[in-house]
Every structure is written in structure tokens, then in C-alpha cells.
């Protein structure tokens, strides 16, 4: 498939994880990827790995809106045009509610939510212009509570929120907005989860396909999202949590 062939995508935090996995799919179907992320070295890594015609590493702090604007101009003057946006940054911290900073609530709600915002606003008049797509990811942490999560339950849900409001404001332009939402994924965010094996399999049994999700799962809903193969769909919160929202919380028999 060359779904995007002639296409410009921006990844954000395309360095690792659920980021890397996204950029390597649009790629793989003919897309030119604007990768960005605050880690240069390991950004140049994943540039490295796709054509060097159709790769743009550019270093940024999604949570700046100066640097987000400089993102989308500098991707616009590199490659013409802008059909994509994914917004894919984010930073999590947990903890008791009386135990969460002022410095942790900020810096969850600058990068998972202010990004968000900043990278929709600065790409819209060239989204306009292509009647291009803008796909955020949330979590499933942004559509239900966890324990002792309160920041990123707050941040993910305000994302999946915005994503309604934005498809409303931007459908008339012809511009489609829409949210996949991803339960427990082997990334380096979860890295101390993946690596406890007992909490693993805990978490395991409340997902009815009984394991967690891989990078490359999501990049391909998300390829799917942004594609011409889901024309009519806006507005749109996807989980991608292995029958996880199915449940009423009852737990395993």
C-alpha cells in the first residue's frame, strides 16, 4: 500500500515507543515523515532508518508554542505542503493526589495537553489547505479513571475532549480530527511494568486478549485513521485496548 505517497506527515515524539512504530508505517506507505522530539540522538537513529529523500529529523519541545510553530513552518519549507499531524507526545506522572507538585501537574498538562493544542492550531492553515488529518493519542486513561493517576487521567481526558471540539470547528474546512486510544503498550514509559512480572500479569488479566499491546498495533490504526480509507470518520476516540473498555470491571472468573 502507498497510502501516502506524495503525503507530509509530523510525528511527534517519534524517537521510541508508539512515535517511532508511526513514522516507520507511514513511511513504509510512501510518506515523507517530519520526525520531532526532544532526544536528537536517538531521533538521528530512527532518521537513519528510513529514506533519506523522505525524512526530516527536527528536534523540539512540543510543550513550547514558538517551537511548535517553528516545527510546521520548517516542515512546510522542506516539503510544500502538510496532510498529517500526529500528535503523539506525552509525558506521564502518578502518584497519591496530596503527593502530585505543582511542577508535575504543569508538566504533564504543558506536554500532553498544551502540545496538543499548539501542534492543531499551528498545522491547521495548511491542513486547510490539503483537507488533511489531525490524529492525537490518548489512552484509555483518558476515557476511565486509574489509581493514583489523577495528572494523565486529567491531560488524556482534556485530549479526547478537544478532539471532539476540534472536529466540530475544523469539519466545514474539510479537516478530520480523531483519537486512538491505547491500553497498557510495550514502550519505554512502561518499561518498569514490562519488566515486573507478577504486576504484568495482574494487569494482563483485565485485558480480555490477555496481553498488552504493541507499538506497531497502534501505528497501523493510526495510518488507518489518517487515511482517505476512514473519509468520514471525525470526531472519533478509537480504542486500541484489546476489549478493555468492553468490560463493566467484573474481574476475571
Same mark, same amino acid.
Request: glycine share 4%.
Given at each position: 500500500m502507498n497510502r501516502f505517497e506524495s503525503?507530509?506527515?509530523?510525528?511527534?515524539?517519534?524517537?521510541?515507543?508508539?512515535?517511532? @512504530?508511526t513514522a516507520r508505517r507511514f513511511a513504509s506507505e510512501g510518506g515523507?515523515?517530519?520526525? =520531532?522530539?526532544?532526544?536528537?540522538m536517538a531521533l538521528a537513529?530512527?532518521?537513519?532508518?528510513?529514506?533519506?529523500?523522505?525524512?526530516?529529523?527536527? =528536534?523540539a519541545d512540543v510543550s513550547d508554542s514558538d517551537a511548535v510553530d517553528a516545527m510546521v513552518a520548517t516542515t512546510v519549507k522542506r516539503f510544500g505542503r502538510l496532510d498529517v499531524l500526529v500528535n503523539n507526545a506525552g509525558v506521564h506522572e502518578g502518584g497519591e493526589p496530596q503527593s502530585i507538585t505543582n511542577e508535575q501537574w504543569r508538566q504533564v498538562m504543558a506536554t500532553d495537553v498544551d502540545g496538543v493544542f499548539f501542534g492543531c492550531r499551528a498545522a491547521l492553515p495548511h491542513l486547510a489547505k490539503t483537507k488533511g488529518s489531525i490524529v492525537n493519542t490518548t489512552s484509555v486513561s483518558g476515557t476511565g479513571g486509574d489509581w493514583s493517576?489523577?495528572?494523565?487521567?486529567?491531560?488524556?481526558?482534556?485530549? =479526547?475532549?478537544l478532539t471532539r471540539a476540534l472536529a466540530m470547528d475544523l469539519g466545514k474546512k474539510g479537516v478530520r480530527v480523531n483519537a486512538v486510544c491505547p491500553t497498557l503498550t510495550r514502550t519505554g514509559m512502561t518499561a518498569d511494568v514490562m519488566n515486573d512480572g507478577k504486576l504484568l500479569a495482574k494487569l494482563a488479566e483485565q485485558i480480555p486478549l490477555g496481553r498488552v499491546c504493541e507499538?506497531?498495533?497502534i501505528a497501523?490504526?493510526?495510518?488507518? =485513521?489518517? @487515511?482517505?480509507?476512514?473519509?468520514?470518520i471525525t470526531g472519533s476516540d478509537v480504542a486500541i485496548d484489546g476489549g478493555v473498555s468492553a468490560s463493566n470491571g467484573q474481574p476475571p472468573q
Open positions: 503525503k507530509v506527515v509530523i510525528v511527534t515524539s517519534a524517537a521510541s515507543g508508539i512515535g517511532a @512504530s515523507s515523515v517530519v520526525l =520531532v522530539d526532544r532526544n536528537e537513529d530512527i532518521a537513519r532508518e528510513l529514506p533519506s529523500d523522505r525524512v526530516l529529523a527536527h =528536534v493517576m489523577s495528572p494523565y487521567n486529567a491531560a488524556k481526558g482534556a485530549v =479526547v475532549n507499538p506497531d498495533e497501523s490504526v493510526i495510518a488507518f =485513521v489518517a @487515511s482517505e480509507d476512514a473519509s468520514f
